[in-house]
């Protein structure tokens, strides 16, 4: 028997998972682990390449490994891990930093985008960020990487990264594919952006039926529907983006009918959107607040992962360095 190919992902620690998270990534996880064999981390050393607070900083990554493992990461079928608790991490992305060119670095959009926001404190860190997720990759020598869209480019990155290597040392890290998740880009409540927690518009995956409900209601829709007798236009509608990553076919097609035909309202819409909606968090929300009285199972879990994320990168980085020269 072939040995099963290999995906690894990682997610910041920054508080709740939203539902951006879940349909872009974590949800194609889940799925993956059939099949795969998986490595995902809560990447913590990424999380301090912008201003944080030290303080809240456990806390986030302990929300992260409950609400990843409560939307269904099971430690008994995948290797779950706090990156910072591999150190080979780090070490490797010491190495590949000496094999990138500084120049690629500063053109990456997410670079430019946090480096805007942050101002005063644009650190090496923030600048090295795409190295460090590519060594996150490239030292379990993944086949494949499921992410949403927006880490298309870092995952462009992580191949050349790769390519650059391999040029100069010898055939060593494979290419990783990228895998995108059914929700590629899962827009946020205010229809205009990628949701994100730092944009604040977000639906959180473990949060109650009627604070999400609170979201909802006053969320934009299509805003030529002035009046619940003009008709709609669903693929203007960011709602009905929402729909057509939880509610079935037929329901679906009901409502472009209602909508375009303006026989049902908006409100009416997005309350069979929360409907089905919970039908995937109130399990995620349920098993959450089971794993909280739980604590020393998603203790046990993690440590286990480190183990096993070690034994693996130990490897992979004692062979770079080898091709490297380094004694
Ligand atoms: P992060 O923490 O921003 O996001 C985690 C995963 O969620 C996906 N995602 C989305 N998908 C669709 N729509 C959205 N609105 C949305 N928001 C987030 C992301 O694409 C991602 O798959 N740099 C990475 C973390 C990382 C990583 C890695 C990922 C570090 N090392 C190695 C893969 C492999 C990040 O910031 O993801």
């Known amino acids: 028997m072939s040995p099963r190919k290999r995906i690894l992902s990682g997610i910041q620690p920054s508080g709740t998972i939203h539902i951006g998270n879940y349909f872009g990534a974590v949800e194609n996880w889940v799925r993956l682990m059939a099949d795969y064999d998986c490595f995902f981390t809560i990447v913590d050393l990424h999380a301090i390449t912008v201003t944080y607070d030290p303080k809240l900083l456990p806390q986030r990554v302990w929300d992260a490994a409950l609400d990843n493992m409560a939307a269904g990461l099971d430690p008994a079928r995948?290797?779950?891990?706090?990156?910072?608790?591999?150190?080979?991490?780090?070490?490797?992305?010491?190495?590949?930093?000496?094999?990138?060119?500084?120049?690629?670095?500063?053109?990456?959009?997410?670079?430019?985008?946090?480096?805007?926001?942050?101002?005063?404190?644009?650190?090496a860190g923030l600048l090295n960020y795409p190295i460090l997720q590519a060594a996150d990759i490239l030292i379990y020598k993944a086949d494949a990487v499921p992410v949403g869209e927006d880490q298309a480019q870092h995952l462009e990155f992580t191949r050349e990264v790769a390519r650059r290597f391999n040029g100069r040392f010898g055939d060593y890290f494979p290419e990783p594919a990228t895998l995108i998740g059914r929700g590629a880009r899962v827009m946020g409540l205010d229809g205009d952006s990628k949701?994100?927690?730092s944009m604040d518009n977000f639906i959180g995956v473990t949060e109650e039926p009627d604070a999400i409900w609170e979201k909802l209601r006053p969320a934009k829709t299509d805003e030529a529907r002035k009046r619940r007798t003009d008709p709609g236009s669903p693929d203007k509608c960011n709602i009905f983006g929402y729909h057509k990553l939880v509610t079935p076919e037929g329901e679906l097609r009901e409502i472009v009918a209602g909508c375009t035909g303006a026989s049902i309202g908006c409100i009416d819409c997005k309350k069979i959107l929360h409907r089905n909606l919970m039908k995937v968090l109130d399990p995620i929300r349920e098993r959450r607040r089971d794993l909280a009285l739980h604590p020393d199972r998603v203790r046990e879990a993690l440590d286990e992962g480190a183990r096993k994320a070690r034994a693996v990168a130990r490897e992979t980085l004692d062979g770079a360095k080898k091709l490297m020269g380094l004694l």
Do not use: D, Y
């Open 78 to 123: 995948c290797t779950i891990f706090i990156q910072s608790h591999v150190p080979e991490h780090a070490e490797l992305c010491w190495l590949l930093n000496c094999v990138t060119p500084l120049g690629e670095l500063g053109r990456m959009t997410q670079f430019k985008e946090k480096s805007e926001r942050e101002r005063e404190n644009v650190t």
């Open 195 to 197: 949701m994100s927690k």
